[in-house]
C-alpha cells in the first residue's frame, strides 16, 4: 500500500470514528477517539492537527466537531462501510467478520463496486 493510501485510511478512519461517536454523544473529545480507534493520545493529537488543516473538523476548547465537509466526507466514508458489510453479510459472512473486512475494504473497493453492492442489495437479489 502506498504512502497516499494508508495516510487517506487513516484520515477516513479518524473523521469515521468521530462521525460515530457524535451520534452518541453531541460532543468528543480526543480521549474517545484514542479509546475507540485504540491508538496513542499522541497519535490522535497529529491526526487532528492534520483534519483541522483540511477543514475537516474545529475544537471548541478541549471539544471536537466536525464541519459541514468533514461531516459530509464521514457520512459517505460510513455508507460505504455498511454497505459493504451488510453485502459481506448477504453472501454469507459471518457478521463479526464482514464488519472487520468492511473496515479494511472501504478503503480500497472503487465507488462503482459500491453502487453495485447498493443496487444488489436494494434489489433483494441473491
Known sequence: ????????????????????????????????????????????NKAMKLLSEKGYIYEDGKHLYLTETGKEYAERVYEKHCIIRDFLQKIGVTPTKAEEDACRMEHLVSDETVSAMKKHLQNGEK
Request: glycine share 0%; charged share 25%; proline share 2%.
Open 1 to 44: 500500500m502506498n504512502t497516499y493510501a494508508k495516510y487517506n485510511q487513516s484520515e477516513q478512519d479518524y473523521l469515521e470514528s468521530i462521525f460515530l461517536l457524535l451520534k452518541e454523544t453531541p460532543i468528543v473529545h480526543r480521549i474517545e477517539i484514542a479509546k475507540k480507534m485504540n491508538v496513542s493520545q499522541a497519535a490522535v
